[in-house]
């Protein structure tokens, strides 16, 4: 099959979970089918990484994100909010990418067109006319549920007067657009049952976020202090919070019981209220290039989110490296996990603190989770499985 990719970041480098999920994906279904790719690039590294993308992609479209002055943005936004559309969409738009994804169209006949994500939903509408082509509707997030998690956990003022405004007007917007795809897939069954709970129309199948078993493997244990990971994209509403919820409410009960308890948050972008939480045994280390010396240095791994959607590559990665995690109940949402066997689950500063010094303490419970959690990863998320599953919903689908 011909199958034309569109997103609103490219796949690579790999420097966030959106990006590994498409990567991966991306590059295991180019072994079977022909793949095109169009997406936007953020930056010149982005560029950079198109070489690396040729290498297995059939032909690629590449535009900038088009930064403007906010005041230039007006009209746009005015346009989009008096046809209903959500005003954030306005931003992940780009004229240059729509007039080559429809050039592209017109001269190649694709079986499947891939749309990832709502933000990108309205390049469906450039698309030449086709007698047989299929399109599919690739949500990562829905985006109306994560913009209400964020307006709960949101502090500034402007930001949080944002997401109440986005989820308004993606809640109305997003179940109904994603009617005019003739498929749709979601990461998670919890995702799929928000959206058809808001629209019992859409036809949905299930494509979990996955990890790379053969390039991820079991790390040994080389640190002797207690040492705690939590790694994600800190610019990033929800992992920002996290870092300070867990660092303000639920380390200082840690380290009660374990006083040498070290803590590093990794991840790129961080704010300066996330750099300000570096001291006393509080690492932030902002984007590394490798994070498994920092797998490899923990003794577990956290994942205190209060808010956000889809599923968290940073489990798995976690479970494939044989590192134990402990995670709130939203943070491994959508994983198919049990509390007490391949993941210990706390919603409570308390009970979070106490499940993280058991498993410091513990050797065997340590290893019982963290071998259980490898076998997990191995049956269910390995990606090489999870792209079989996507090529079998491309052909049935076509």
């Keep these: 099959m011909r199958i034309l990719v569109i997103s609103d970041i490219s796949p690579y480098p ?7 999920r498409e990567y991966n994906l991306l590059r295991r279904i180019a072994s079977h089918h022909e793949v095109w790719l169009a997406a936007l690039l953020e930056n010149p590294s982005d560029e950079a990484g198109t070489t690396h993308l040729s290498s297995f992609c059939a032909g690629m479209e590449f535009a900038y994100v088009e930064r403007r002055h906010p005041l230039l943005h007006i009209p746009g936004l005015l346009k989009y909010g008096l046809s209903g559309k959500p005003l954030e969409l306005k931003f992940r738009h780009s004229t240059k990418l729509a007039q080559k994804i429809q050039r592209l169209t017109m001269e190649i006949d694709f079986d499947i067109v891939v749309i990832i994500n709502s933000h990108t939903a309205l390049y469906l509408e450039v698309l030449s006319p086709s007698s047989h082509r299929k399109s599919i509707l690739n949500l990562e997030n829905i985006e109306f549920a994560q913009y209400e998690s964020i307006y709960q956990i949101e502090q500034r003022p402007i930001d949080k007067i944002r997401a109440w405004i986005n989820y308004q007007m993606m809640r109305r917007w997003e179940p109904r657009y ?3 795809f003739d498929h749709c897939i979601t990461v998670s069954e919890n995702d799929r049952d928000i959206l058809l709970d808001a629209n019992p129309a859409l036809k949905i199948d299930v494509i979990p976020n996955g990890v790379d078993t053969q390039q991820h493997q079991s790390l040994p244990y080389s640190h002797e202090n207690a040492s705690l990971l939590f790694i994600g994209k800190m610019s990033y ?7 300070k919820y867990f660092c303000r409410e639920i380390l200082p009960l840690i380290k009660r019981q374990v006083n040498n308890t070290e803590l590093w948050i990794v991840g790129r972008e961080p ?54 995690v402990v995670s709130s109940r939203i943070g491994c949402e959508g994983l198919d996990v049990t509390d007490g066997e391949n993941i210990l689950i706390a919603d409570h500063p308390e009970e979070f603190a106490e499940k993280t010094v058991r498993l410091l303490h513990d050797d065997n419970l340590r290893k019982s989770i963290a071998e259980n959690a490898r076998r997990l990863v191995e049956n269910h998320y390995d990606w090489d499985i999870l792209a079989q599953r996507l090529m079998d919903i491309f052909t049935r689908v076509a």
């Excluded at 790999?14 to 590994?20: A, F, H, P, T, Y």
Aim: overall charge neutral; some cysteine.
């Design 14 to 20: 790999l420097i966030s979970g959106d990006r590994i």
């Design 178 to 180: 994603a009617e005019r």
């Design 237 to 243: 509403a929800p992992c920002s919070d996290a870092a």
């Design 271 to 324: 704010p300066q209220e996330v750099m300000n939480l570096g001291s006393d045994g509080v690492h932030v280390t902002g984007w590394v290039e490798d994070v498994a010396p920092y797998y490899k240095r923990s003794t577990v791994c956290v994942v205190p989110l209060r808010a956000g959607g889809g599923t968290r590559l940073k489990i798995l990665e976690a479970m494939a490296f044989g590192r134990p």
